[in-house]
């Protein structure tokens, strides 16, 4: 026997009373089975509704598909008998206010682009259309969410009708649809008519505002992010405190504060160019400056970075007859370069192989070039004492 579905036709049905048909575990949980049901389960890109049954909370609500039956997971056995059902009514509104902005929206993209809806996912934060197109303009978007709003202001009447499937052809349907046998049918008065099994608002004005908050490509798709009713109030409210914020900081009125931000990037892209020309500048000194005794440059740095000193390394190696061991210690791992100049022969991946056979870590070069990292000693001169040690060939 099917569970027989109470917000098919009344979703503002927040409490009920039913039977309770059977109880099976499911894992550390138990799954009822009432005879009728007023909790919405996940399908169609709708989650499940929350709440209660008996005062046990609900965790989850599926339907088995080979038999019909919702199931409702709970935390506790439920005994057999009557059972009183509580949904969440916050989270019933927020769903029907998102569903039925959906099917708003996805009709206007249809109506002036005819862009068929391909998918739909109600989120917990944000919900996504996807349309069959390689892209979407922030115009063409915002002539859909507005003509979407003016549907919400005309507050039309959203009714529930169930057609015979040999009806349906005629219907005037969205988009076909795959179920079989009565079909429950959403009707937008005079706007859209679409087969859906979710929970939906008497009329449009319930919806609230519809927010278009994002466009991506997607799968060979595009995808839209919106939100509608009071997740629009939220995040209003949060955008605007945001704006308070970066208005404070830019000294820039608040619907200002775009371009005082993009002035105060570009100075910071400007400064950090001639940061970079300056370190540069400072390397290319440092490199021309450093000491070198026998062909050697050798020298343990802390917290310099590894890349930072085998840039350092290769400049010093445009000088000619002069070979590299360098060390640095950051975030507690003990890291090495070994470089050596064009005219020399020595082979520092080699010496970098003793060196690491002899302290542990790993890493790997060229003759002209090598690093490794992940060295056990206790200090970074101990290290690099070794690696001229056992440095052989002619300079």
């Known amino acids: 026997m099917k569970t027989e579905r109470l917000y098919y036709n009344d979703p503002y049905l927040l409490e009920f009373e039913a039977m309770v048909l059977d109880v099976r575990p499911i894992g550390d949980s138990f799954g009822v089975i009432l005879d009728r049901t007023a909790f ?41 008998g009557l059972a009183r059902g509580r949904i969440d009514s916050s989270r019933r509104t927020d769903h029907m206010q998102q569903h039925s902005g ?7 993209f249809v109506e002036l682009f005819n862009w ?54 005629g219907a005037g349907l969205r988009k076909p649809t795959e179920r079989t046998g009565e079909i429950r049918v959403i009707d937008i008065a005079g706007y859209d008519r679409s087969a859906c099994g979710g929970t939906h608002v008497r009329a449009t004005g319930e919806i609230g505002p519809i927010l278009i908050t994002g466009i991506e490509r997607a799968k060979k798709q595009t995808r839209v992010e919106f939100i509608c009713g009071n997740r629009v109030v939220r995040y209003a409210r949060e955008a605007n405190r945001t704006l308070e914020r970066i208005s404070q900081t830019v000294s820039a009125p608040a619907l200002e504060t775009a371009n005082a931000v993009h002035a105060l990037w570009e100075e910071h892209q400007q400064a950090r160019k001639r940061l970079q020309e300056l370190e540069a500048e400072l390397l290319d ?70 060196t690491l056979d002899h302290f542990g870590g790993r890493g790997g070069g060229r003759p002209n070039l090598a690093q490794g990292g992940g060295l056990t000693a206790d200090r970074a001169e101990t290290v690099l004492k070794f690696a001229a040690e056992n440095c052989s060939g002619g300079l």
Do not use: M, W
């Not at 959906?102 to 206007?108: M, N, T």
């Not at 944000?126 to 969410?145: N, Y």
């Open 40 to 80: 919405y389960p996940t399908s169609g890109g709708q989650p499940n509704d929350l709440g209660t049954i008996n005062d046990v909370r609900l965790l989850d609500c599926f339907e088995d598909e080979t038999s019909g039956v919702v199931i409702h997971v709970v935390s506790d056995r439920i005994p057999s």
């Open 102 to 108: 959906q099917h708003v929206l996805s009709q206007a």
């Open 116 to 169: 068929p809806t391909t998918s739909f996912h109600l989120g917990a934060v944000a919900c996504t259309i996807d349309l069959p197109v390689d892209s979407i303009s922030r115009e063409q978007a915002t002539k859909a969410e507005d003509l979407a709003n003016r549907i919400v202001q005309e507050n039309r009447v959203a009714t529930v009708r169930y057609l015979a499937e040999e009806d349906l052809a």
């Open 285 to 354: 000194h440092e490199a021309a400056q450093f000491p070198i005794r026998d062909g050697f440059a050798i020298a343990a740095f802390r917290n310099r970075g590894i890349d930072a000193v085998k840039l350092l390394a290769l400049k010093i190696c445009a000088r000619p007859s002069t070979v590299v061991f360098f060390a640095d210690e950051s975030e507690g791992q003990l890291r090495v370069v070994f470089a050596r100049s064009a005219d020399c022969s020595v082979d520092v991946s080699t010496v970098l192989k003793k």
